[in-house]
């Protein structure tokens, strides 16, 4: 039954992998090069491994669909949110946990064999596994637990996991449930633990509230195994599942919900009624690459295309399924846990998927921009989801996690997402409601009142200081334990997102809310300060920061310096321009910062903790992080496209082409910011403004493919596919020296969003010279 190393390698990866003679083990990126089919699907051309030395709990995916409620996967370190998780270079198995989301663990299982008694197994259950035995693919997650000489397979649907055990040696045949412990971010406990039948068995686990997620919160599980368990042995940690002793090969579906155990079952009953192990497999990888293939290229090196399906890859994990499929969800908005319906459609089946998520802080220049492009349902339904959140708890939310609010980062993070997905044409929602539910997060008691984390308070986000002063100080002068007082960076995202607002309520005909709006936008000139050429942190009389240092790291900007987010102006680069003395300047500045940030390769160390080492910390331009991730396409507005030509493909080379374990992102890829940044500045397509205004727009880059072919949704766009072809193209020749639109010139450096959706072909001739 087993799929063994080379049945994988047919089924799954069609020799993606390093073929059936050698071993899976990660080597040197060209080696991958090397090995793989010229004619890789998408899907075989995902490498899972990519970063994941640096994981933290929920990044690391294999045994998932596309935001799936479950993504279950090895756990080599299970202890707190960062550096947790699959870690590539810890080769111990601690266990198979089935949700690893924003502030969120579950059930965790492992295959064991051991003759001690539960209480002595806890302490001491862990099993070493090789990479040389190990095969992982998107969908899939196959190794073989050195200590008990058990191999295990891991696949799943969207809330349902599948395991396949192999036991080969003598002794037990045993499966561990771990009911309580850390894992990842969270405490979990006990909740209930019920067998029905000897092959079936439901119940729950309870995360305790963290500093981030405030109440505890519930994961139910819905467990049915294809042999039976001839024993049973359950304290309040754990429970200890004993096979029959003829029992070698096993398998177990672990369905989860945060509704109920009801809920888990009919998840199950659902996705998964029948038992076979790889036509689960099969689907899995077919759902993939249905969903990458939304985004064809060609062209380019093989380890180039791998990293790109990778990237896209990313860009479609993290942010979870949280509803059951017929629709229920669990509530968590306010003290008392709450069971609700989302909405149905003529089918009786949910009008959308509700989703937990970490902050939308940056996803403008992310997720926003891709999502509604080749994914405008997944847009629409993170739209309808943080909606529903707000009928339920009366806030529209910046990174829920189970039903909980998190006051996840700063600033109304949701509010430029939802406007530029209604902006593009996705109508899935009542505008003047979401208008109202927006609105409420820009004024006093929203969620700009809120600093990072701030649940009992309200004072955090200074808020009533930017309305009468036209800023937030730095210092705050309150009593605050919040995270992220850092009252300049906090100015320029309110100023951004009050314009994306405003550009909804123009949309509306709301003329004075609009008026008022774009007074607020224009709040970030309050904190340029002429004399130093920066944005500059302000005290509460106006007064500007002592010893201002524009390199100095988190001194009132949020993960951030003053030289990087003074280019935080997306609405207003004009503006912004004219504050600096004119585009030329602006320009010139910009470029002096790209190079100064290209020694130490455009990001603050190789990981996100390195972030605040002092050697890394002063960089002018990060795209490690969210802040300045926008820059490179800035030059576009300036009038020095041949800049943003050069510099988005320079970051490219030096940050998003790694194919190792060890380097990815070098940072936080934050689920899926950084894999959709990645994916964007690949194709050459990116919005500075993040699509939030009447006609969006999308910045030409410097495409790396020779053809990209972007699949349109005929529910929501009239044309089929939008297709970019590049003449000529190599890095050297990384500028545009003309361009077509279906076939007539273009001598613009942008394209609507109504010319991409109507369908058709931008032609690029590429050239050495800018």
């Given at each position: 039954m087993r799929l063994t190393h080379c049945a994988v390698s047919a089924l799954l990866v069609s020799a993606a992998l390093a073929g059936c003679e050698k071993s899976s083990k990660v080597e040197a990126p060209v080696s991958v090069q090397q090995t793989v089919s010229e004619q890789l699907a998408p899907v075989d051309a995902v490498w899972p491994w990519l970063d994941s030395a640096n994981s933290r709990w929920f990044y690391f995916n294999s045994a998932t669909r596309p935001f799936g409620m479950v993504n279950l996967s090895p756990d080599t370190e299970i202890d707190g949110a960062w550096g947790s998780g699959y870690r590539y270079n810890t080769e111990e198995v601690k266990g198979f946990n089935h949700v690893h989301?924003?502030?969120?663990?579950?059930?965790?299982?492992?295959p064991i064999s051991q003759h001690r008694p539960l209480a002595d197994i806890e302490n001491d259950y862990f099993s070493a596994f090789s990479h040389d035995k190990e095969n992982v693919a998107a969908g899939y997650h196959s190794l073989i637990l050195e200590r008990y000489g058990i191999s295990a397979e891991l696949t799943a649907t969207t809330r349902v996991g599948f395991h396949h055990y192999e036991y080969t040696q003598a002794g037990p045949k045993q499966i561990l449930l771990d009911l309580q412990g850390q894992f990842g971010p969270s405490e979990l406990s006990k909740g209930s633990f019920t067998q029905i039948d000897d092959t079936t068995f439901s119940g729950s686990v309870i995360n305790a509230p963290t500093i981030r997620r405030p109440r505890p919160t519930p994961v139910f599980f819905y467990i049915k195994l294809n042999k039976p368990v001839a024993k049973i042995d359950v304290n309040e940690t754990a429970a200890l599942l004993t096979l029959d002793d003829s029992t070698d090969d096993v398998l177990m579906k672990v369905a989860i919900s945060y509704v109920d155990e009801d809920g888990a079952k009919q998840n199950m009953q659902s996705e998964l009624?029948?038992?076979?192990?790889?036509?689960?497999?099969?689907?899995?990888?077919?759902?993939?690459?249905?969903?990458?293939?939304?985004?064809?290229?060609?062209?380019?090196?093989?380890?180039?295309?791998?990293?790109f399906y990778t990237d896209l890859f990313h860009a479609l994990q993290g942010r979870r399924i949280i509803s059951d499929?017929?629709?229920?969800?669990?509530?968590?908005?306010?003290?008392?846990?709450?069971?609700?319906?989302?909405?149905?459609?003529?089918?009786?089946?949910?009008?959308?998927?509700?989703?937990?998520?970490d902050s939308f802080w940056g996803a403008q220049w992310t997720i926003q921009t891709l999502w509604?492009?080749?994914?405008?349902?997944?847009?629409?339904?993170?739209?309808?989801?943080?909606?529903?959140?707000?009928?339920?708890?009366?806030?529209v939310p910046r990174g829920p996690s189970g039903g909980n609010y998190t006051y996840v980062m700063t600033g109304a993070s949701s509010t430029p997402f939802i406007v530029s997905t209604y902006l593009k044409g996705i109508h899935d929602f009542d505008p003047l409601k979401a208008y109202e539910a927006l609105k409420k997060n820009h004024l006093p008691g929203g969620m700009m009142s809120h600093a990072g984390y701030e649940h009992d308070s309200a004072v955090g986000g200074g808020l009533e200081y930017y309305i009468e002063k036209g800023f937030v100080p730095y210092p705050l002068p309150v009593e605050s334990e919040a995270f992220h007082l850092d009252g300049a960076g906090q100015t320029l995202e309110y100023a951004y997102q009050d314009w994306t607002l405003g550009q909804l309520a123009i949309e509306l005909g709301l003329n004075e809310d609009a008026e008022w709006l774009k007074n607020r936008s224009l709040?970030?000139?309050?904190?340029?300060?002429?004399?130093?050429?920066?944005?500059?942190?302000?005290?509460?009389?106006?007064?500007?920061?002592?010893?201002?240092?524009?390199?100095?790291?988190?001194?009132?900007?949020?993960?951030?310096?003053?030289?990087?987010?003074t280019w935080y102006v997306p609405h207003d680069i004009a503006g912004l321009a004219?504050?600096?003395?004119?585009?030329?300047?602006?320009?010139?500045?910009?470029?002096?910062?790209?190079?100064?940030?290209?020694?130490?390769?455009?990001?603050?160390?190789?990981?996100?903790?390195?972030?605040?080492?002092?050697?890394?910390?002063?960089?002018?331009?990060?795209?490690?992080?969210?802040?300045?991730?926008?820059?490179?396409?800035?030059?576009?507005?300036?009038?020095?496209?041949?800049?943003?030509?050069?510099?988005?493909?320079?970051?490219?080379?030096?940050?998003?082409?790694?194919?190792s374990p060890e380097h990815g992102y070098n940072g936080?890829?934050?689920?899926?910011?950084?894999?959709?940044?990645?994916?964007?500045?690949?194709?050459?397509?990116?919005?500075?403004?993040?699509?939030?205004?009447?006609?969006?727009?999308?910045?030409?880059?410097?495409?790396?493919?020779?053809?990209?072919?972007?699949?349109?949704?005929e529910?929501?766009?009239?044309?089929?596919?939008?297709?970019?072809?590049?003449?000529?193209?190599?890095?050297?020749?990384?500028?545009?020296?003309?361009?077509w639109l279906n076939g007539k010139p273009l001598n613009r450096r942008f394209l609507t969003h109504g010319e991409i959706t109507r369908g058709g072909l931008l032609k690029l001739e590429m050239t050495s010279t800018p």
């Open positions: 989301a924003w502030q969120l663990s579950g059930l965790s299982v492992l009624p029948g038992w076979d192990f790889n036509a689960a497999v099969a689907a899995s990888r077919d759902t993939w690459n249905e969903w990458l293939g939304k985004i064809r290229v060609e062209g380019g090196s093989e380890k180039v295309r791998r990293r499929v017929d629709g229920r969800y669990s509530d968590q908005t306010s003290a008392e846990r709450q069971i609700k319906q989302l909405p149905l459609n003529a089918q009786h089946q949910p009008e959308f998927n509700h989703h937990n998520s509604p492009l080749a994914y405008p349902k997944v847009a629409s339904d993170f739209s309808n989801s943080m909606l529903t959140m707000a009928e339920d708890g009366g806030y709040n970030y000139r309050n904190i340029y300060d002429t004399g130093t050429g920066f944005m500059r942190p302000k005290d509460e009389n106006g007064k500007w920061k002592a010893d201002f240092d524009p390199f100095e790291y988190r001194h009132g900007f949020v993960e951030s310096n003053a030289a990087q987010m004219d504050l600096m003395g004119g585009e030329k300047v602006a320009a010139n500045r910009l470029n002096d910062a790209f190079e100064a940030a290209e020694k130490l390769g455009f990001t603050s160390g190789t990981a996100h903790a390195q972030e605040t080492h002092e050697e890394y910390r002063r960089i002018p331009v990060n795209y490690g992080n969210q802040p300045s991730i926008q820059t490179a396409f800035i030059f576009n507005e300036l009038g020095e496209p041949g800049k943003t030509q050069y510099w988005s493909r320079e970051v490219v080379n030096q940050v998003y082409q790694n194919l936080d890829e934050d689920q899926g910011l950084m894999g959709s940044l990645a994916v964007l500045m690949k194709i050459g397509l990116f919005q500075v403004d993040g699509g939030a205004r009447q006609e969006p727009v999308y910045q030409i880059g410097s495409p790396i493919f020779d053809r990209i072919t972007i699949a349109l949704d529910r929501y766009y009239s044309g089929k596919n939008f297709t970019i072809e590049t003449v000529n193209n190599s890095d050297e020749n990384r500028y545009i020296k003309s361009a």
